[in-house]
């Protein structure tokens, strides 16, 4: 049964703080890893992929990957009240191009 | 950048009647997925296609069809539509690397 876990929240996180995101998935084939924000009402846009174990940084996000322990993380430093929205981990499905999302973890930074 | 267009932002359709989403990509793209949103349940893929002409199940086909024409142009069709599939259907589009895009959305309420 292919899964994507994530915690659905709410995540209040106060204004300028580290807000941790964590996924985790059950198949060990997959091999691309994708965070997306989505705002209420809109379609989601993909804020930071990741393929290889250990980290990658994109400005204030960090996305970290650990594919023995079958987890993606993302960390969202200086927490702004505009990344307020859900958070959504994608898989790919084995080796092919199927994607598969997690329901999301919502996130309220606190002014 | 990747423009993934909707046509239809916004339908009220009668039960039972035959409903068409169109979908149109620009960006060469091979695959391309339709996908609902339903709070709770998150994203759910519908059908997805490799190629022209090409289309595969995904979780929940029941009561949809897709053709794909073209490669820039995947259509999701409702052959007679019930209530139950009032929902946000999301069409997105990926290349190589699987990053998916995704369009802005249809919302489609059935009375």
């Known amino acids: 049964q292919k899964e994507v876990e994530q915690n659905s929240g709410p995540l209040s996180v106060p204004e300028g703080a580290i807000a941790s995101l964590n996924c985790t998935y059950s198949?060990?084939?997959?091999?691309?890893f994708f965070w997306y924000r989505q705002y209420s009402g809109k379609s989601p846009e993909l804020i930071m992929s990741?393929?290889?174990?250990g980290d990658k940084e994109d400005g204030r996000f960090t996305a970290q990957l650990n594919k023995a322990s079958q987890y993606v993380s993302l960390l969202i430093r200086d927490s702004q009240p505009s990344d307020s929205a859900t958070y959504l981990c994608a898989v790919n499905w084995g080796r092919d191009d199927k994607i598969i999302f997690g329901k999301g973890t919502r996130l309220h930074i606190l002014p | 950048d990747v423009k993934v267009t909707q046509s239809s932002r916004y339908l009220v359709k009668r039960t039972g009647e035959k409903v068409f989403l169109e979908c149109v990509q620009d960006?060469?793209?091979?695959?391309m997925f339709w996908y609902r949103q339903d709070p709770g349940l998150g994203l759910r893929l519908i059908y997805f296609s490799y190629d022209v002409k090409m289309k595969e199940k995904g979780d929940i086909p029941e009561g949809y069809s897709v053709s794909r024409e073209k490669k820039e142009r995947f259509s999701l069709i409702l052959e007679s539509a019930s209530t139950n599939q009032t929902s946000m259907y999301l069409c997105?589009?990926?290349?190589?690397?699987?990053?998916?895009?995704f369009g802005e959305g249809s919302w489609l309420t059935v009375v």
């Open positions: 990741i393929y290889s174990n």
């Open positions: 198949d060990r084939g997959s091999q691309s």
């Open positions: 960006m060469d793209h091979e695959n």
């Open positions: 997105a589009s990926s290349g190589n690397g699987n990053t998916i895009y």
